[in-house]
């Protein structure tokens, strides 16, 4: 049986910036009484970050499946606790989340990991949201979907999309399938999701056909609305190799769903230091 560890999210937080420091970064905190971290350094662009604890698992998948109970295969969420098939980006507003910002009630979500038939339970979780764009962005519009990586893939992914890791938060080298980390080390899962926006559609058809990845920091003229890039990093206790996602050995993805309090995302995206370049 797989031993479960559960770490507090104060301590989560705090290897979040050592993980950081390692990388020859930095983070600073905002005011006292705010639990996002912002930095001018993260790679590419100044940031905040968020910690999120394990929320709860399901056969569910609202962006993929919506309405249709148990037809996925197995999730993991973190951020807003009451994820289910029948979720919307409405219904999750306001809503109780896992984050230690009680802003964001958004819904993220990666397939759940096992060994062998024991499921495997996050430590926690960082969200980053970074400006990594050399034009103005505009905060994640209010009902937005979107999914990062393949849960169909059968083949590597782009590392740059989805990829494995062991040690230091945000560290290389990184991996298309799971390694197999020291005794010493966190397994850490690292999913990046478009940060270029149609202007029009929430979602589409395939979930990725209203988003766009930045080419050196410009979005393409069909995707023009230019956001923050989430970052989102899944932070496990190592496991033996042959241990997979419930999507099959390349099928790391991720979802969001948003969920936030929207004056709030707005006004942080308009935070000066965010978007200092």
Known sequence: MLRRVAFPLSLVAAIAVAGLAAAGLSAAPTAATSPLQFSPNFPNGPYYSIVCSFSHRNNDDPVVFPG???????HTYIGNRSVDAESTSASLVGGE??????????????PTLFVGQNDVVPFAAIVYYVN???EKIAAPPKGLMMVAGNSAARTRQAKGVVAWTCGAVGGTPRYATIPACR??????????FPNCWDGRRLDSADHKQHLKYAKQ???????????PQIILIVLYPPVPLGSQVASGRFGAHA?????????????????????RR
């Open 183 to 192: 005794e010493d080390q966190m397994l850490q899962l690292q999913a990046t």
């Open 97 to 110: 989340t896992s984050c230690d910002s009680e802003s964001d009630s958004s819904a993220y979500w990666m």
């Open 68 to 74: 249709q109970a148990g037809r996925s295969h197995n």
């Open 132 to 134: 990594r764009s050399r």
């Open 255 to 275: 979802d969001f769903m948003n969920g936030w309090d929207q004056a709030e995302l707005e006004r942080l995206v308009a935070e000066r230091d965010f978007l």
């Open 217 to 227: 920091g410009r979005c393409p003229s069909s995707h023009p609305v230019a956001m």
